[in-house]
C-alpha cells in the first residue's frame, strides 16, 4: 500500500457523532426468516438509487475533470498558489500516474491508517421489461453487491471521483459485463448489461480496525437519497456496515455526516506534485485561480475542437498565446522560466481557439462540431420567401358582390 495521506484529517476519536450498528440488530438482519422462502432481512433494506449503463460513461462527453485547485492547506507552503495539472484518468497514457497510488479496489480486507477513499456500492445486470401486466421495467442482477474503493491522494481525487471510479470500473468488470450480456442477449430477461447503484461516499481510516464512511457523493446526489429520512439513513447504514463485515470483518464501522475528504485533509502537497512531475504530467503555476481557469476554458476548447486530449507541448503553445491575460508563474519543474512560454515569437498570433475565447465563453460540454453548426446556422440570414396570393375566379367574385348587395337592401 502507498503511504498514509499527509495533512489533517478528521479526529481520530470515534466520537458521538458517529453512528454505529448494535451487533444484535446485525445479527438479526443477517439471520433468514423462518419461511417458506427463507427471506434475508438485510436485503430489503436498501435499494437501487441509480442504474449506469458502461457505454454511457466511457463517452467523452460525460468526462469530469478537476483541474484548478490552490495549495491550501497543504504543509510548508509560504505563498499560494494556483495549479493547472494536465492529468486525464480516462486514457491509458496517464493511466499509469493513477493507478501508482489509486488502484480500484474491489472488496478490500484491509485499509490503510490515515489514507481516505471514495467507494461505490454496486452490482452488474440487465433492465428490462416485466412479464407482468403493464411490462414495468425490473433489474436481474448478474453479480453480488461489491465494494468497490479508491484511494484519494489529494484534493484533485484524479482518477477517484465517483464517475471515474464507474469508468475504471468498466474497464476492470469489462468480462463479467460481457458474460451479463450474453446471458440476457435473448429471453424475457433481454436487456443491456449495467451498473446499479445502492451507495456511494467515503471512507476514512481513523485508527487500526477503525472505519468511518459518510454518503458524500455530488455526482450521484447521495444526499437527496440517504440523508432526507432517518429511517432511509439507518438502513444505508446497515448494509454498509453488512458488506464491511463480509468483505474485512475485522474493522468496526461507523458513520458520520461530515465529508473527509478536503483541501486540509489531502492537500495539494510538493511530494505530490513531484511524484506526478515524475510521471510527465505537465503542471502550469498560476498566482490567482482565474488564470488557471482561463487556461482550462482554452484547453477545452482545444478538445471540443481536435476531439481528443492536448499534447503537453499543445499546453505550452496554448500559455505562449493567453500569458498576457493571465497571472502564469510557470512550469512545475523548471528552474527557470520556460523560453517557451515567457518570450514571445515575431509576428506571433492567438489561434481561433484562443481569440474565440477572449470574446465569449464556451460551454465545455458542447461538441466543437455542434457549436460550428449552430454558429453557422444563427450567423445566416433567412431569404424571406415570396408570399404568392392566389386570384379568386370570376364566379366567385360574382358570388360575393351579390352578397354586398343583398346586405345593402
Known amino acids: 500500500m502507498a503511504s498514509a495521506a499527509s495533512g489533517s484529517a478528521p479526529s481520530n476519536e470515534l466520537d458521538n ?155 476492470m468488470e469489462k468480462r463479467n459485463i460481457d458474460s451479463c450480456a450474453k446471458k440476457h442477449k435473448t429471453g424475457s430477461t433481454k436487456g443491456n448489461p449495467c451498473f446499479a447503484l445502492f451507495s456511494s461516499g467515503e471512507i476514512y481510516c481513523a485508527a487500526p480496525g477503525q472505519l468511518q464512511f459518510n454518503f458524500f457523493s455530488g455526482t450521484y446526489k447521495m444526499a437527496s437519497h440517504v440523508s432526507s429520512k432517518v429511517k432511509v439513513e439507518h438502513n444505508e447504514t446497515v448494509f454498509f456496515t453488512h458488506i464491511i463485515n463480509t468483505c474485512a470483518p475485522r474493522y468496526t464501522v461507523g458513520r458520520r455526516r461530515s465529508p473527509f475528504i478536503t483541501s486540509d485533509a489531502v492537500p495539494v502537497t510538493d511530494s505530490e506534485l513531484r511524484r506526478l512531475h515524475a510521471h510527465g504530467i505537465l503542471i502550469a503555476k498560476f498566482s490567482s485561480g482565474q488564470g488557471c481557469k482561463e487556461l482550462y476554458r482554452e484547453i477545452r476548447v482545444k478538445m471540443a475542437r481536435n476531439k481528443g486530449w492536448p499534447s503537453n507541448e499543445e499546453v505550452v503553445k496554448e500559455l505562449h498565446q493567453i500569458k498576457s491575460r493571465i497571472n502564469f508563474l510557470g512550469l512545475y519543474g523548471e528552474t527557470t522560466p520556460s523560453s517557451s512560454v515567457h518570450s514571445s515569437p515575431p509576428h506571433s498570433t492567438p489561434s481561433q481557439g484562443a481569440l474565440y475565447t477572449a470574446r465569449s465563453w464556451i460551454p465545455p460540454f458542447l461538441p466543437w462540431s455542434t457549436w460550428n453548426e449552430s454558429k453557422k446556422r444563427g450567423g445566416k440570414k433567412r431569404k424571406r420567401k415570396q408570399r404568392t396570393v392566389k386570384r379568386p375566379s370570376a364566379k366567385k367574385v360574382r358570388a360575393s358582390r351579390r352578397h354586398r348587395s343583398s346586405r345593402r337592401h
Not at 438479526?28 to 454511457?56: C, F, M, N, W
Not at 497514457?93 to 484491509?110: C, G, M, R, Y
Not at 467507494?119 to 421489461?129: E, P, Q, S, T, Y
Open 17 to 171: 457523532k458517529t453512528v454505529f450498528i448494535e451487533p444484535e440488530e446485525m445479527e438479526a438482519l443477517t439471520t433468514p426468516l423462518s419461511t417458506r422462502t427463507g427471506h434475508i432481512p438485510i436485503d430489503s433494506t436498501t435499494s437501487i438509487k441509480r442504474y449506469v449503463y458502461p457505454t454511457a460513461v466511457q463517452k467523452p462527453e460525460n468526462n469530469i475533470f478537476m483541474q484548478c485547485l490552490s495549495n491550501e492547506g497543504a504543509p510548508g507552503a509560504v505563498n499560494k498558489e494556483y495549479y493547472y495539472i494536465h492529468l486525464n484518468p480516462y486514457i491509458d497514457e496517464h493511466k499509469h500516474a493513477v493507478d501508482d497510488v489509486s488502484p480500484i479496489l474491489k472488496n478490500p480486507d484491509e485499509f490503510e491508517v490515515g489514507a481516505m477513499y471514495t467507494f461505490i456500492l454496486a452490482c452488474i445486470g440487465v433492465r428490462h421489461k416485466s412479464d407482468a401486466r403493464g411490462g414495468a421495467m425490473v433489474f436481474t442482477p448478474c453479480t453480488e453487491v461489491a465494494l468497490y474503493a479508491a484511494k484519494a491522494n489529494n484534493i484533485f481525487e484524479h482518477g477517484t471521483k465517483h464517475q471515474q471510479i464507474f469508468f475504471r470500473m468498466s474497464v
